[in-house]
């Protein structure tokens, strides 16, 4: 994992601290680790370059100087400049006066175009709006039925024409549209390479017999330095109106955003998180600067943990504290659903305060492995009635998972703690609680 | 297809690569006739942006100063030279490319597992891995075991047509191990030489998705032991740092045996196979060039390093 930017500058300045001087060329020092940052979190080298000159600028100046905390002060320097520089309204998309709406969607093969058109599609439903999806992709195999089975997931016609060029089938959607009073057009382009002149000039073509009244330009959040390449010459090509990031949900640092930006002059008008299709979201410019710099994403965190911990069960289980009967199944369970978000380490280092922890400190993956397997050691019995549990057994226990008698009495105390908890919240909401509580990791 | 065909397409399929990453290290040798600084930051910028990533890079560079004082030059002159040395040396060359693996008689079927984020694409190679296969006289079969995205089976239909292997799998929704389970039985009732289990894209960062990966695995273990006997993990050249993080959590999760480095005809330089190989060591077993059937290659490290830095008209620069 990256160690965190935060942690590397404060440690940078530690050490100015302790020469008692802080001086343009210490600040140039820190910003190379800033640079660095950029470059691994996939910041063009180019953009962060300028990037980083501009930081400079500021970051020599009074403010940093005279400032108690140095690295904090520069970190929110870069920060506000990142946040400046991915544009900080919302930008949405564009409605016809006259309808139908025509958004025409591009980007290379495997962005996430198909999937990002049935997400709009639905988001506009969603809002009133009557949507048609355009199966212009006549190109890989089998998109067409890709579109049209997504079209009947979220129940939102697609108009496909199969033997049909891309250009006949955008003119005669638009008809189609008119004819069957639909108010916006979403048209599914194939994926093409800036480099393949054909396929570009087709895509013109589509955009020529179209007139879209909003094109949007869909990059992979995990591109690399290619990214500022690729978007210059669909833009140089199309002119679009705004950018969507793609597979967001993942851990890359999304540096390519910043990239874009810096290039085109467009704003980013959403993300994509998730293969459901309810998971498109408005770009939140302060998020992806936290991610860029490493420096923690408490919100994606709070998302994450409510996107993967089961609603039902955690009712269920609201049910059983409320009555006292939380057992070493239900915490095996909870253990589960917490591992579900992702590596510990890479839940850690969304919480700002955590990535300042000496790595493992709590955090040991190996821990949580080892509590997994002592309780799975456990009888049936024994987990509903731990005070049963006594020395032999706790030999029995130590023995068939792998640890020692010691890990055992540990869990099996930490558990009684945890228990004596639970009882007094016997009221509020449990399931917040049960979030903010610390789990034993031995 | 004939081999010089294959190389011309090879390098045709880089020239991109090298126009910009060859002809700026032969610029700034031309402009720069020293090793110094300034040389050095120029060249770290060329690497940087071709995706090799800063560790890398800094790697490449720090070596590169060492060989410059130890062996006491500082002329620029030999600067593409020693570039080339460093590359190979982190991407562990060693001879003959590795040809498509196949197994005796007696233990046939060979089985591919293949994986990856989404987008990259998986199904695309895994058609043209089959043809590859077709070619060379043997029976295929190809799993289609991304029972999630729509119509993905549709397109491996499409793609195992083209080919001419047949595929096991049924309809949509079904339990992808249960998939793959069917493809291998498929495979060994059909005698075939090669079956090739295509998978859900999913992002390396979900867990259950993998643990659903490993299942698919094992599985494939119980049928046959021994399978899958190569994991091949499909990443797509445009990929920045974040390809580390996918090539490790899959290794983590299915041991992936070999990569394959899609979309190498765009403008992206697919320098992050050098920070995979370097950091962990897993081969680059094919490299896909281009969208036609015949556009999978395997993945010559020699002739990889060769189309970056050759000099030769035939490879030569564009400027």
Redesign the interface.
């Known amino acids: 994992m990256f160690e965190s930017l935060s942690q590397k500058l404060e440690l940078a300045f530690k050490k100015l601290r302790g020469q008692g001087r802080i001086t343009p060329q210490n600040v140039e020092e820190s910003l190379r680790e800033v640079r660095?940052a950029l470059?691994?979190?996939?910041v063009?080298?180019?953009v962060a370059k300028q990037f980083i000159d501009s930081v400079q600028v500021r970051a020599v100046g009074q403010e940093v100087l005279s400032s108690v905390t140095p690295g904090q002060q520069i970190i929110k320097i870069i920060f506000d400049e990142m946040v400046q520089l991915l544009g900080n309204t919302r930008a949405d998309i564009a409605t016809a006066s006259n309808p139908p709406t025509v958004i025409l969607v591009a980007g290379?093969?495997?962005?996430?175009k198909t999937t990002f058109s049935a997400k709009l599609a639905l988001h506009l439903k969603s809002k009133g709006r009557l949507p048609l999806l355009v199966a212009a992709d006549v190109h890989?195999?089998?998109?067409i039925?890709?579109?049209?089975?997504?079209g009947q997931?979220i129940e939102i016609p697609v108009y496909a024409d199969r033997g049909a060029g891309a250009v006949k089938i955008a003119g005669d959607a638009v008809a189609f549209a008119r004819k069957n009073i639909r108010d916006t057009i979403i048209v599914d382009t194939a994926g093409r390479?800036?480099?393949d002149e054909e396929m570009m000039r087709e895509v013109e073509a589509v955009k020529a017999v179209l007139a879209p009244h909003e094109i949007l330009f869909v990059v992979?959040s995990?591109?690399?330095?290619?990214?500022v390449?690729?978007a210059k010459a669909f833009h140089d090509r199309l002119n679009y109106d705004g950018i969507v990031l793609t597979?967001l949900?993942?851990?890359?640092?999304g540096?390519?955003a910043l990239s874009i930006r810096a290039v085109v002059e467009k704003p980013i008008k959403f993300v994509g998180i998730g293969?459901k299709l309810d998971a498109l979201e408005p770009f939140y410019p302060d998020r992806i600067a936290s991610r860029i710099l490493g420096m923690g994403d408490i919100v994606t965190l709070v998302e994450k943990a409510h996107q993967q911990i089961d609603v039902e069960k955690a009712t269920r289980l609201e049910e059983k504290l409320r009555k006292s009967q939380f057992t070493f199944d239900d915490f095996l369970d909870q253990l589960r659903e917490i591992?579900?978000?992702?590596?510990l380490s890479?839940i850690a280092s969304m919480i700002p305060g955590l990535n300042r922890l000496p790595a493992n400190a709590e955090l040991d993956e190996r821990g949580l492995v080892r509590v997994e397997a002592i309780i799975q050691s456990m009888t049936r019995e024994e987990r509903q009635r731990p005070a049963m549990i006594n020395g032999s057994r706790r030999r029995r226990i130590a023995l068939g998972s792998g640890t020692t008698v010691k890990d055992v009495s540990r869990l099996l105390k930490q558990f009684e703690e945890m228990q004596r908890m639970m009882k007094r919240l016997s009221k509020g909401n449990v399931r917040r609680t049960m979030q903010q509580m610390r789990f034993p990791t031995n | 297809m004939g081999f010089l065909d294959a190389v011309a397409k090879f390098r045709s399929g880089l020239a991109?690569t090298r126009d910009s990453l060859m002809a700026r290290v032969q610029q700034l040798a031309a402009t720069h006739t020293r090793i110094d600084d300034e040389t050095l930051e120029q060249l770290e910028?060329i690497l940087?942006?071709?995706?090799v990533?800063?560790?890398t890079t800094t790697e490449i560079l720090r070596r590169l100063k060492e060989r410059a004082r130890t062996e006491g030059f500082d002329s620029s002159d030999r600067l593409s030279e020693l570039l080339k040395d460093e590359v190979a040396r982190l991407l562990h060359v060693d001879g003959e490319p590795a040809p498509l693996p196949i197994l005796p008689t007696s233990q046939r079927p060979l089985v591919i597992m293949v994986v990856g984020?989404?987008?990259?694409?998986k199904t695309t190679t895994i058609g043209k891995l089959a043809w590859q296969y077709r070619q060379a006289g043997k029976r295929v079969v190809i799993g289609a075991a991304d029972t999630?995205?729509?119509?993905?089976k549709?397109?491996l239909?499409?793609?195992a047509q083209r080919a001419g292997a047949e595929i096991a799998g049924q309809s949509?929704s079904a339990d992808p191990a249960s998939v793959a389970f069917e493809a291998l039985n498929t495979g060994v009732a059909h005698d075939a030489d090669v079956v090739i289990v295509d998978t859900a894209g999913r992002?390396?960062?979900?867990?259950?998705l993998m643990e659903e990966l490993k299942k698919i695995r094992r599985v494939m273990d119980k049928r046959l032991p021994g399978a899958p006997h190569e994991v091949l993990l499909v990443l797509?050249a445009?990929?920045?740092?974040?390809?580390l993080?996918q090539v490790r959590m899959f290794t983590d999760a299915v041991q992936v045996t070999g990569l394959v480095l899609t979309?190498l005809?765009?403008?992206?330089?697919g320098?992050?196979v050098i920070a995979v190989s370097h950091d962990l060591g897993i081969p680059v077993r094919f490299i896909g060039v281009g969208e036609a059937i015949d556009d999978l290659q395997p993945f010559d490290r020699r002739a990889f390093i060769d189309a970056l830095f050759d000099q030769s008209p035939s490879g030569g620069s564009s400027e």
């Open positions: 660095r470059l691994e979190a996939d063009n080298y180019r290379l093969q495997g962005s996430g890989r195999p089998a998109a039925d890709q579109l049209e089975t997504l997931q390479l800036h480099v992979d995990m591109t690399g330095q290619d990214a390449t690729t597979k949900d993942g851990d890359s640092r540096g390519a293969e591992r579900k978000m992702g590596p890479q | 991109r910028e940087l942006g071709a995706d990533g800063p560790a984020v989404n987008g990259v694409g999630f995205r729509a119509a993905a549709e397109q239909d499409i793609w949509q992002l390396h960062t979900k867990l259950n797509d445009t990929t920045g740092q974040n390809g993080q979309k005809d765009g403008t992206a330089k320098g992050i």
